[in-house]
């Protein structure tokens, strides 16, 4: 077993639960985080959910279910090789996208523009709106109850409106310091998975080459290496052998830029991680590549015709959804009619976040489909 380092999250020192338990033993903390969180209802729902491409457009593109399972691959490599805590850094890259609405960021900013007058819809924390209060497994507690340690890394982004509402978890914002390193290396293993592997789909459906990637440095150079190694491979084999040698070289970046990071700043606690500016980082050079990188797939990929007409049906339907809720609450499920009695807009924002691409799809068309059944 691998000793942590001294600024490493410590299961035995968390800042504790919202509802207080008894000891997770055998397992850890953040094993039990971990294990509540692959339970969940919310983590079975992103399999149907949208990442770039709609869930029904293929079976073999990446969904919120696996893009989840690659962010925790990349985040545990890097977390054992940085002597700090896997299980956490796992938990973290797991939950990250339990709140992520169908029909990936089309979706949720179709949301959040319907939600604009009640405070808005973000994912991150819609994240935290999940496991700290909708997910309903348990007698004595809404949500899971994870550790502090858990929800702070879920929460990757809050305004200071938010922060203020949100008692310790969002006081970092108000104070301005980071989370442990656990949460910044689950944020950057998020990139990274995130990059490389819409890279990988964007060339499977053919919206995007390896002629227009040859322009892109970082792609551009380990494709070079490929194909200067192995002068005879085709197909799919050179872009995976290219995709993952690009991975590969982020990662150990990663970690060596945020090793020296760590030493320069002198930590020796959590605490003081938390006080120190950002230490998980790519170098600068390799930095500027990602970014590139990151540029090429937003004017390419992202704003792809093609794309762009899956983003426009999807802001269609969340946005007749939210109407048709709000306008009528009868139109919601029982459980939900209850909810909205109480909290309104916001209930109605919970329950279509929570629909997976097919079940959004197939809500809309019960309510405005003409031909549809009348129940």
Not at 112 to 119: D, K, L, V
Not at 193 to 198: G, I, Q, R, S
Not at 293 to 316: D, E, G, I, P, T
Not at 348 to 366: F, S
């Amino acid at each position: 077993m691998i000793e942590l380092a001294p600024y490493a999250a410590q299961s035995a020192t968390s800042r504790g639960r919202l509802h207080t338990e008894p000891p997770a033993a055998p397992r850890s903390e953040f094993q039990r985080d971990r294990d509540r969180i692959i339970h969940s209802t919310a983590f079975r729902r992103l399999e149907y959910k949208t990442q770039v491409f709609v869930n029904h457009e293929g079976d073999l593109f990446r969904t919120r279910l696996t893009h989840s399972l690659e962010v925790a691959q990349i985040g545990r490599t890097i977390a054992r090789l940085l002597h700090v805590n896997e299980d956490l850094v796992e938990a973290v890259a797991l939950a990250h996208d339990l709140g992520h609405t169908p029909f990936g960021h089309a979706g949720q900013d179709a949301l959040n523009a319907c939600m604009r007058e009640h405070g808005g819809f973000e994912h991150n924390l819609q994240s935290l709106r999940v496991v700290d209060l909708l997910e309903e497994r348990y007698a004595e507690f809404d949500g899971l109850n994870l550790s502090f340690e858990a929800r702070e890394g879920i929460l990757k982004h809050c305004s200071l409106a938010h922060a203020e509402k949100l008692g310790e978890v969002g006081r970092r914002f108000i104070d301005k310091q980071q989370p442990s390193l656990e949460a910044q290396i689950a944020n950057l293993a998020d990139e990274i998975a995130y990059n490389n592997h819409d890279v990988d789909d964007g060339l499977r459906s053919g919206l995007i080459t390896l002629e227009q990637l040859s322009e892109v440095q970082i792609f551009a150079r380990h494709l070079d290496e490929v194909r200067a190694k192995y002068p005879v491979l085709t197909g799919r084999r050179v872009v995976t052998e290219t995709v993952r040698r690009i991975i590969n070289t982020l990662v150990l970046d990663l970690v060596d830029t945020t090793r020296a990071n760590i030493e320069r700043a002198g930590v020796t606690s959590i605490d003081e991680v938390r006080a120190a500016p950002p230490l998980a980082a790519f170098s600068p050079a390799l930095l500027d590549e990602h970014r590139e990188l990151k540029r090429f797939l937003l004017r390419h990929l992202y704003r792809h015709y093609r794309v762009a007409r899956m983003s426009a049906k999807a802001s269609r339907i969340i946005s007749d959804l939210y109407a048709a809720f709000t306008g009528d609450a009868r139109l919601l499920p029982p459980e939900h009619q209850e909810r909205e009695s109480l909290e309104g807009a916001r209930a109605v924002a919970d329950y279509i976040a929570g629909m997976t691409d097919r079940y959004a799809m197939r809500e809309h068309r019960r309510i405005f489909a003409v031909e549809e059944t009348w129940i």
